[in-house]
């Protein structure tokens, strides 16, 4: 007998805030990106410059996380059985990939201009950094309280994408002040490849966790002790194997195993035992689980997977999660 337990989603109404907010932050992002881009080209500003690219990728990123969260909402199909979630996840990781790449390329001018200093206009890098400051802000604190940046990767990496921006523009505001006061010019890439470390660091998060995900490693929100503890207390289940925990798309994470039980026990009490089952594993973040009950005579191999509890330290032996 095996139970094949669907999440039914009361997410929905977070995916449409989240389409709002990207939708918003697309438009606001991508207008003041062309003014930045002009201006850093007038006012000779590396680190006006590399914002405004950043704000380019950005443009691009947060369309890219709009259109995976319209594509993943499409029905399962034969051929996608789990759907199209698993786009928001691909988006998150160009997102991921994008920031490491323009962070390195902004580091590889910065340094090309220590050796050959270029004039910069600090007043209009000013103006048009204090601009971008301000637009970020607004951008940042719409996706922070009208989007899921905590718990959904995809709105995550658009909104690491924003704070990188916000980031380059207080950089930018501080290399032209120096640069006006003191004449430092070279304030301008020290400030482009501080911005470009932090953009470099937040981007190895998002791709960290996106890689995880797509190689379907145990979710970082569950404790898969835990999990195979809260099936063997259950006194019918003799024992648990074949088990793997992944995660499907940023609200589901999955669960597959086969419990052993009593024969008797599998015909009388086999659905009460799974709903039972069910109920406790969906408080250990499972959101998507199939528990196969088999008896004794079922032949399976013992190295497997989730075979084992030791009582003595809590430890899981022949556990391989995928």
């Not at 994008?98 to 910069?120: D, H, Q």
């Not at 999990?227 to 003799?238: G, R, T």
Request: net charge negative; charged share 15%.
């Amino acid at each position: 007998m095996s139970n094949h337990h669907g999440h039914n989603h009361a997410h929905s109404h977070v995916h449409t805030n989240n389409k709002k907010v990207l939708l918003f932050s697309f438009i606001f992002i991508g207008l003041f990106m062309i003014v930045e881009i002009i201006g850093g080209f007038l006012a000779n500003s590396l680190a006006l410059l590399s914002d405004g690219m950043h704000m380019l990728s950005d443009t691009v990123s947060l369309g890219v996380a709009l259109l995976a969260f319209i594509y993943s909402e499409k029905n399962a199909t034969k051929s996608k059985t789990f759907g199209y979630k698993r786009f928001e996840i691909l988006a998150a990781l160009f997102n991921g990939v994008t920031l490491f790449v323009i962070g390195s390329i902004i580091i590889i001018e910065a340094i090309k201009r220590f050796f050959e200093p270029e004039n910069v206009q600090s007043t209009e890098m000013f103006i048009i950094s204090l601009i971008g400051l301000l637009v970020n802000i607004i951008v940042a604190l719409f996706m922070f309280k009208g989007g899921d940046t905590s718990d959904n990767i995809n709105m995550r990496g658009a909104f690491l994408h924003v704070l990188g921006d916000l980031l380059g523009s207080i950089g930018a505001i501080i290399a032209a002040i120096l640069i006006w006061t003191f004449g430092w010019y070279v304030a301008d890439p020290i400030a482009s490849i501080v911005v470009s470390i932090l953009i470099i660091k937040s981007s190895w998060g998002i791709t960290k966790s996106s890689i995880n995900i797509l190689m379907e490693g145990t979710p970082s929100n569950v404790d898969l002790n835990k999990v195979i503890e809260s099936i063997k207390s259950e006194p019918q289940i003799q024992s648990v194997h074949d088990c793997h925990v992944w995660t499907i798309s940023n609200e589901m994470n999955a669960l597959s195993c086969h419990a052993v039980v009593d024969n008797e026990m599998l015909i009388a009490d086999g659905e009460q035992l799974l709903r039972r089952i069910e109920h406790a594993l969906e408080h250990l973040n499972i959101q998507h689980m199939t528990i196969q009950l088999e008896t004794k005579s079922h032949k399976h191999e013992e190295t497997t997977l989730c075979s084992n509890v030791l009582n003595s330290n809590d430890q899981v032996s022949h556990i391989h999660t995928h």
